[in-house]
């Protein structure tokens, strides 16, 4: 920590070493280096995007016309559709500013608050729940970034994006359970199973969300979306309630992170009607493609979300932090510590096999192909 200190105190250094590193990658990466005058020849030089019709099934949205990125083209094609305007370009983007916004507060908050930070048991509920926010939030961009090069990265990549769903329903509820819950709370019915019960939920979403995304095609039927919000939305709905019953049972006036609790709470569900409902794009199909689409609006309204929920939780962290260990005791930390680790490797097991058996099913797919073009 202080070295990081040290060094930032020394800009010519920072400098240096960031412009190397940036290179040292931009070299990996592309195997060469690229100048500017060739960056923006590449970006000009993309494909156009297409309408609905010319990609396949899988990879149209309802109500969502045009913007989309032609399938089966190279890597850094879709690497480098970040620069380029398309039906994808605000949830990438949404969700890669929001990921810098949360590193950047909490490399900020640690250097103010948490010297020491990673040998302090109470502080680990915390570096989980940042590191969960920073999960899903890359997930779910390289998710959107990605998708479409194919119908095995399709799949594969929101397999990823449900872990990192998973991950971070894991990690609010730990983070909520140390520093926002309320004794009171905690010694209800609800309380005393609230971590098992948060870590079943949170792997029940992944696998779910995985299923419904492996067996349901389009037209997608209602059953589909039910399988995905139903277990995702009793996950929430249990991650919530430790501020739930603080927002209805306590005086806002001498809590600062009470209001921060509400707000987000507010996002939350301003976000939850714009995924489960495809508006406003169901009433003006094709005018809503490139920006205001429902599913844009899910994305900006959970990245204020999570910012507003970060605020809060960093308020609550402040004052709980020195009497944590001897509020809840070395054990349940400890036991919180192995907990997460495991629920990511569940979660991460759930989707290796859910991209095998895509995998399987693709292939018999192009044997079965092949065999009526012979026949």
């Keep these: 920590m202080r070295s990081l200190v040290t060094c930032l105190s020394n800009d010519s ?22 100048s500017l005058s060739s960056f923006l020849s590449s970006l000009s030089s993309l494909p156009h995007t297409v309408r609905d ?8 949205e309802p109500y969502i016309l045009s913007g989309y990125r032609p399938v089966g ?12 305007i398309h039906n994808e370009t ?22 103010m608050y948490g010297l020491g930070l990673y040998l302090d048991l109470a502080c680990l509920p915390l570096v989980y729940y940042v590191l969960s926010l920073l999960t899903y939030l ?29 991950v971070y329903q894991y990690g609010c509820a730990l983070a909520l359970y140390f520093y926002s819950s309320d004794p009171a709370w905690r010694r209800s019915r609800v309380g005393e199973v609230f971590l098992p019960a948060a870590a079943l939920l949170a792997w ?50 001498d809590d600062p992170a009470m209001t921060l609790h509400a707000i987000q709470v507010l996002l939350f569900l301003l976000a939850a009607f714009f995924f489960s409902c495809p508006m406003p794009e169901r009433f003006f199909p094709g005018h809503c493609d490139i920006i205001g689409h429902g599913h844009q609006l ?28 001897r509020e809840y005791g070395e054990c349940r930390l400890q036991v919180a510590a192995v907990s997460f680790p495991a629920l990511v490797f569940c979660s991460v097991l759930t989707a290796v096999i859910m991209r095998r058996l895509v995998e399987r099913r693709l292939r018999k797919e192009d044997s079965w192909g092949e065999e009526v073009e012979r026949g």
Aim: proline share 3%.
């Design 298 to 325: 899910f994305h900006f309204l959970l990245s204020l979300c999570t910012l507003t929920q970060q605020e809060a939780v960093f308020e609550d962290f402040l004052s709980r932090r020195a009497s944590l260990t």
């Design 90 to 111: 605000i949830n990438v983007w949404s969700h890669l500013l929001a990921g810098v916004c949360v590193a950047l507060r909490f490399s900020v908050f640690a250097v």
């Design 13 to 34: 250094s920072v400098c240096k070493c960031t412009i190397m590193y940036t290179s040292y990658c931009v070299i990996q990466f592309f195997g060469q280096s690229i």
């Design 204 to 253: 029940l979403s992944c696998a779910c969300c995985c299923f419904a995304k492996l067996s349901y095609l389009h037209p997608y039927p209602l059953h589909r979306k039910l399988c995905q919000v139903v277990p995702t939305g009793l996950a929430c709905l249990l991650d919530s309630s430790p501020v739930a019953h603080r927002l209805v049972s306590r005086t806002w006036g």
């Design 138 to 166: 890359c997930c779910s961009a390289t998710a959107h970034l990605l998708q479409s090069h194919s119908e095995l990265a399709h799949y594969a990549l929101f397999f990823l994006d449900y872990v990192g769903v998973a």
């Design 73 to 84: 083209h190279s890597w850094s094609f879709y690497f480098l559709s970040l620069f380029q």
């Design 53 to 60: 019709t010319e990609v396949p099934l899988l990879f149209r």
